[in-house]
T-cell receptor
Framework: DSGVTQTPKHLITATGQRVTLRCSPR?????VYWYQQSLDQGLQFLIQ???????AKGNILERFSAQQFPDLHSELNLSSLELGDSALYFC?????????????FGPGTRLTVL | GESVGLHLPTLSVQEGDNSIINCAYS??????FIWYKQESGKGPQFIID?????DKRQGQRVTVLLNKTVKHLSLQIAATQPGDSAVYFC???????????FGQGTRLTINP
């Protein structure tokens, strides 16, 4: 158990809908990262927050957005869903922002768009 | 470019044997590399890391080798156990973009 929790574990929805994925980082970690894992694209970095502020951005679509709240939990919002958005979404957390701060991954949310 | 690739998508070894998982990276400016292990139904788990100013680092039963000349990274697992069966990813830290770039992964299967 990494100490990172993600809810829900599974999510099934229809195209055009909007969903919210939730992540609670490990106690004491200030950074939260979101990743998408699909069969064709592998594990792709989406976005990072540090202590409530956006820190780095990766291959995140404009239909997707995220935020980190004062209690440090984070939410990833996915809207106007398409079939291709079906994937595993992982959250990771680390103490700081440096590359050598180990990222601890949660168990993921499996999103299926029908 | 945006590529951290793996030479072999699958690898099968006998329990007790040593295994070597390879990874090629393309960005010579990357200065930090990590190996992750992902078991079925779980998120990636940190195994070992190495900075670009090193060419070898050892952990418990694992060794990472870095060859910057040919931009190659490898993970050696000694005396493999059934619990080592997983997908292994190499990841490269790109400081400019402040992000980890992951390879596609190699599935390691340990045969009894």
């Amino acid at each position: 158990d990494s100490g990172v929790t993600q809810t829900p574990k599974h999510l099934i929805t229809a195209t055009g809908q909007r969903v919210t994925l939730r992540c609670s980082p490990r106690s004491g970690d200030l950074s939260v990262y979101w990743y998408q894992q699909s069969l064709d694209q592998g594990l792709q970095f989406l976005i990072q927050y540090y202590n409530g502020e956006e820190r780095a951005k990766g291959n995140i679509l404009e239909r997707f957005s995220a935020q980190q709240f004062p209690d440090l939990h984070s939410e990833l919002n996915l809207s106007s869903l398409e079939l291709g958005d079906s994937a595993l979404y992982f959250c990771a957390s680390s103490v700081g922002v440096g590359p050598t701060d180990t990222q601890y991954f949660g168990p993921g949310t499996r999103l299926t768009v029908l | 470019g945006e590529s951290v690739g793996l030479h072999l998508p699958t690898l099968s070894v006998q329990e007790g044997d040593n295994s070597i998982i390879n990874c090629a990276y393309s960005n010579s400016a990357s200065d930090y590399f990590i190996w992750y292990k992902q078991e079925s139904g779980k998120g990636p788990q940190f195994i070992i890391d190495i900075r670009s100013n090193m060419d070898k680092r050892q952990g418990q039963r694992v060794t990472v080798l870095l060859n910057k000349t040919v931009k190659h990274l490898s993970l050696q697992i000694a005396a493999t156990q059934p619990g080592d069966s997983a997908v292994y990813f190499c990841a490269e830290y790109r400081g400019g973009a402040q992000k980890l770039v992951f390879g596609q992964g190699t599935r390691l299967t340990i045969n009894p």
